[in-house]
């Protein structure tokens, strides 16, 4: 069954300082992989995306992720954070072998950035 | 303003009533998909649609009901509310589903906060 982890509640970081929200997954065939991000009182917003091809992925926002297909991982990162970064972060995969109709969001990350 | 409406926004409700929520997906988009988000059990998926037929089922329960109608807009009725159905539902649409085009990205609507008393 495909699945994915967000090892990490919450991550705190300065402001200025490069910030990783990590992200493990679990499938049977090839991962599609993503990240939302959501604001308070909003709904989720796409990010970035892995399909195929380069294993670094750049975004929306200065945000890049790294897939890693012998690690299972699919971290986000970002080289310098904002305050405004502050939010909650879901990684999902969605299982291509078995249909891919279902995208499975992780737990999702709290990320405080402090001035 | 992502382009899916959801509404209500906020409803307040007691145990054992029934509610509607309702969903219109960004125009082009044919795809609905249905998600509860709660603190313990995070964001889960429901249930999909695709052209007024519903394609994906996950963890909904059988209280619970969803369509999509002849024009796109959908609907997931909760009955027998119970206080653990208290949550944030999300609606979610694509211009196609993921079955045919796994790379799709969904496009999420602000939510409706439902609280049962």
């Known amino acids: 069954a495909q699945s994915v982890a967000q090892p990490e509640d919450q991550v705190n970081v300065a402001e200025g300082n490069p910030l990783t929200v990590k992200c493990t997954y679990s499938?049977?065939?090839?991962?599609?992989l993503f990240w939302y991000v959501q604001y308070p009182n909003r709904g989720l917003q796409f990010l970035l995306k892995y399909i195929t091809g380069d294993n670094l992925v750049k975004g929306s926002y200065g945000f890049e992720a790294e897939f890693n297909k012998s690690q299972t991982s699919f971290h986000l990162k970002k080289p310098s954070a904002l305050v405004s970064d502050s939010a909650l972060y879901f990684c999902?995969?969605?299982?291509?072998?078995?249909?891919?109709?279902?995208?499975?969001f992780g737990a999702g990350t709290r990320l405080f950035v402090k001035a | 303003d992502s382009g899916v409406t959801q509404t209500p926004k906020h409803l307040i409700t007691a145990t054992g009533q029934r509610v509607t929520l309702r969903c219109s997906p960004r125009s082009g988009d044919l795809s609905v998909y249905w998600y509860q988000q709660s603190l313990d059990q995070g964001l889960q998926f429901l249930i999909q649609y695709y052209n007024g037929e519903e394609r994906a089922k996950g963890n909904i329960l059988e209280r619970f009901s969803a369509q999509q109608f002849p024009d796109l807009h959908s609907e997931l009725n909760l009955s027998s509310l119970e206080l653990g159905d208290s949550a944030l539902y999300f609606c979610?649409?694509?211009?196609?589903?993921?079955?045919?085009?796994?790379?799709?990205?969904?496009?999420f609507g602000a939510g409706s906060r439902l609280t049962v008393l």
């Open positions: 999902a995969v969605r299982d291509m072998r078995t249909g891919g109709f279902k995208t499975i």
């Open positions: 979610a649409s694509s211009p196609i589903p993921a079955q045919i085009s796994g790379a799709n990205v969904l496009t």
């Open positions: 499938v049977s065939g090839n991962p599609y």
